[in-house]
C-alpha cells in the first residue's frame, strides 16, 4: 500500500487551483477601476467652438430691416389710376340701365370655338367637292327641254261627307229579344233607333254596341261611329 500521491497529479491539481483563484479575485475582489477626472476644455477650444458656429461677417442692421420689411408685406394690387385726374367720379356715373345696349350683345352671335384645347393643332378641313362644269345645249336639247301640252285640269273630286252630329248615350233591350234600341241626343230632341233603322229620315243605325254606335249617312254613303257620352252632372 502506498500512501504518497502521484506528483504529477498534484501538479494538474495545483494549476487547477491557482487558475481558479485568479478569476475569482478578477471577477469578483477587483473592482472597477477608478476613471481618471475628465479635465474642463481649454479656453481655446471654446473659443474656436464658438467661431465655427458664429458667421464670419455679421449682417448690417439695414439689409437685416430690409428682410423683414419685405416678408411682411403682401401683394395687394389696386386698380385705381395712380394720378387723381384719371381716376373717375363716382357721382357722376349714370346708373340707368342701358337695355338697348344689353340687347345688343345677346344678339351678337357665337363665332369661333372650333379648337380644341387637348390638341396641339386641328385637322385640316376636307377638300371641297369639285364644283360641276355646265356644258351648254344644244339645240336639240333645247328643243327636248320644251314642255309638252299640259294635261287637262281633273275634275274635283266628291265633297267630304259632314260628321254626324248625333250624341249616343245608352241603349235598352227588351228580355227575350236580341233586338236592341239607342237613344240618340240632337240638341234637346231625344231620338230612338233600332238596329236598321232610319233616324232623322237620314241616318241608319248600322251597329249598336255596349260603348259606341256605327251610323251611316244614306246621303253621303259614309259611315261614322259614335262613341258613348259620359253623363254630365245637371
Do not use: C, W
Not at 494538474?12 to 481558479?20: N, V
Not at 339645240?139 to 260628321?163: F, I, L, N, R, Y
Amino acid at each position: 500500500m502506498k500512501l504518497g500521491a502521484d506528483p504529477k497529479k498534484l501538479a494538474i491539481l495545483g494549476g487547477l487551483f491557482l487558475l481558479g483563484g485568479y478569476l475569482f479575485y478578477d471577477n469578483v475582489l477587483s473592482g472597477p477601476s477608478a476613471s481618471s477626472p475628465s479635465r474642463p476644455a481649454s479656453k481655446s477650444a471654446l473659443t474656436s467652438q464658438r467661431t465655427a458656429t458664429e458667421p464670419a461677417y455679421p449682417a448690417p442692421q439695414s439689409t437685416l430691416r430690409r428682410a423683414a420689411s419685405r416678408s411682411s408685406e403682401e401683394f395687394r394690387p389696386s386698380l385705381k389710376p395712380k394720378r387723381p385726374e384719371d381716376r373717375v367720379n363716382p357721382m357722376s356715373i349714370d346708373p340707368t340701365l342701358r337695355t338697348d345696349l344689353l340687347a345688343k350683345v345677346q344678339a351678337v352671335e357665337m363665332q369661333g370655338g372650333s379648337r380644341n384645347l387637348f390638341q396641339f393643332s386641328t385637322a385640316p378641313p376636307p377638300p371641297l367637292p369639285p364644283e360641276p362644269i355646265v356644258k351648254p345645249k344644244d339645240k336639240t336639247q333645247v328643243a327636248d327641254a320644251k314642255p309638252g301640252p299640259s294635261e287637262p285640269p281633273k275634275p274635283p273630286g266628291p265633297p267630304p261627307a259632314p260628321p254626324i252630329l248625333l250624341k249616343y248615350y245608352g241603349y235598352s233591350s227588351v228580355k227575350g229579344e236580341n233586338r236592341k234600341r239607342a237613344f240618340f241626343l240632337d240638341g234637346d230632341e231625344i231620338l230612338v233607333g233600332a238596329e236598321g233603322d232610319l233616324v232623322k229620315k237620314r241616318y241608319r243605325v248600322v251597329r249598336i254596341g255596349v260603348n259606341s254606335v256605327v251610323m251611316e249617312d244614306t246621303q253621303f254613303k259614309h259611315e261614322q261611329t259614335l262613341p258613348l257620352q259620359e253623363e254630365t252632372a245637371a
